[in-house]
């Protein structure tokens, strides 16, 4: 079982609003993954977990703040975003250690900022 | 600066033929590489992946070759399906240290299979 899940699927929100986008795996692995997808765009990394505690912050703007509550589970919570944080938001999960950086994706939650 | 490039922004092949995919990276330290295949609103998929101790990696219809002396990768699709057209990206990362978990993605190749 290689599956990463995330919810909602689809996300329409204001400039003002807060939400929260959520990742889920169940495959044993202890690094977690948010990356940003624009259109025609390669995935850009965001954060990384390793063992619940955030190892790379990729100079992310603050009103994006992740979360590890456990080991499956990862959140990324959303404050006063811009339009220009419409995007495809995408979580990975892989095992920690030598040769094991196969990052398995979810399907991603389309964000839109109005 | 571009650590890791697919020249081709897209290839068109005849179904059952071979396709080949191409990615040139720029830093010597990336050991391990990646193929992920990618439909519209989907997540990537993983494909296959060679450590940089190998020059050839088999997985059914998917084989990818990695030439360290010329920084160059490029996988195979033989015989190409009309269900493999898709984005296609290559990644590289660094084993280790503070780069760790840290996937570095190419601009990735349309390939569309004809039927």
């Known amino acids: 079982d290689t599956e990463v899940t995330q919810t909602p699927k689809h996300l329409v929100m204001g400039m003002t609003n807060k939400k929260s986008l959520k990742c889920e795996q169940h495959m044993g692995h202890r690094a977690m993954y948010w990356y940003k997808q624009k259109a025609k765009k390669p995935p850009e990394l965001m954060f990384v977990y390793s063992y619940e505690k955030l190892s790379i912050n990729e100079s992310v703007p603050s009103r994006f703040s992740p979360e590890c509550p456990n080991s499956s589970l990862l959140n990324l919570h959303l404050h006063a975003l811009q339009p220009e944080d419409s995007a495809l938001y995408l979580c990975a999960s892989s095992q920690v250690g030598r040769d094991t950086d196969t990052q398995y994706f979810g399907p991603g939650t389309r964000l839109t900022v109005l | 600066d571009q650590q890791v490039k697919q020249n081709s922004p897209s290839l068109s092949v005849q179904e059952g033929r071979i396709s080949i995919l191409n990615c040139d990276y720029t830093?010597?330290?990336?050991?391990?590489f990646l193929w992920y295949k990618k439909y519209p609103a989907e997540g990537p998929t993983f494909l296959i992946s060679?450590?940089?101790?190998?020059d050839k990696n088999e997985d059914g219809r998917f084989t990818v070759f990695l030439n360290k002396s010329a920084k160059h990768l490029s996988l195979h699709i033989v015989p190409s399906q009309p269900g493999d057209s898709a984005v296609y990206f290559c990644a590289a990362s660094v084993a280790g240290g503070t780069s760790y978990g840290k996937l570095t993605f190419g601009q990735g190749t349309i390939l569309t299979v004809h039927p």
């Open positions: 060679i450590s940089s101790i190998k």
């Open positions: 830093n010597s330290m990336f050991d391990y």
